[in-house]
């Protein structure tokens, strides 16, 4: 019997019992409540070891963001996650292998962020210029990434070079759409992943002049912003003048 079918049976019989002028034994009634959570269905254990290896991922990078990578130990994580210690290796062989999925991770919610944030792009020049924008703005949210990934290419290399691929695909994607709509010319194919690299270049530089250690003047990052936009516009997509 379906938890909607021992309701209705519960509340008719309720219904008769009255009925008869009876007053009906409410200890021994179940509450719609009490139906309706007895028939849940309950979490699998998959369900359940991945939300155990999430939080090892979350509390990873709240650690690695306060005390680096160096004294992010096993210990600081799994109490970070409310998870005994030996339940780390039942998720991971190694602690290195957790450190290597920071950067990738990072670089996921980053690259969501900035999409979210292109959606009213009018073409490519200002799909690029939202761009850098959506990516300053990630990193004033979200401050933790900042020693995340500055520690990244020495402490986590393999998790870097994941990260980094993933950025550069997404970039090379963005550029090929730019070509198929006509916005973006002069360029081959091979040229492409170097132009992508000049990009990444640029905006690794920009972020570490204007957001670290901590954010500059308002009005300098307009600026910033401005200039990149004309300097995309002109150099880069100027095919759509």
């Known amino acids: 019997m379906t938890a909607a079918s021992c309701l209705s049976v519960a509340f008719m019989g309720y219904a008769i019992y009255r009925s008869n002028g009876a007053e009906f034994p409410t200890s021994n009634v179940k509450t719609e409540h009490q139906i309706m959570r007895k028939a849940k269905v309950r979490r699998t254990r998959a369900e359940k070891s991945e939300d155990a290896r999430r939080a090892l991922i979350d509390a990873g990078t709240q650690v690695v963001s306060k005390y680096g990578y160096t004294d992010a130990s096993i210990s600081r994580i799994t109490e970070k996650a409310n998870l005994a210690q030996g339940t780390f290796y039942n998720y991971f062989e190694t602690r290195q292998d957790l450190l290597d999925i920071l950067p990738p991770n990072h670089g996921e919610i980053m690259r969501d962020h900035i999409r979210a944030n292109l959606a009213d792009a009018k073409n490519g020049a200002d799909r690029e210029a939202k ?16 020693r995340l990934m500055n520690e990244a290419p020495t402490l986590a290399p393999k998790g870097y ?81």
């Open 131 to 146: 761009r850098l924008e959506a990516f300053f703005t990630f990193f004033e949210q979200n401050k933790y990434g900042a």
């Open 161 to 241: 070079e994941a990260f980094y691929a993933g950025v550069k695909e997404g970039y090379l994607r963005a550029l090929r759409a730019s070509i198929g709509k006509g916005e973006l010319s002069g360029f081959s194919e091979d040229e492409l992943e170097p132009l992508v690299d000049i990009l990444i270049a640029i905006r690794t530089g920009l972020a570490q002049r204007y957001l670290a250690p901590k954010p500059r003047d308002k009005r300098n990052q307009t600026a910033l912003l401005a200039t990149y936009r004309k300097l995309i516009e002109r150099a880069l997509f100027s095919s759509l003048k």
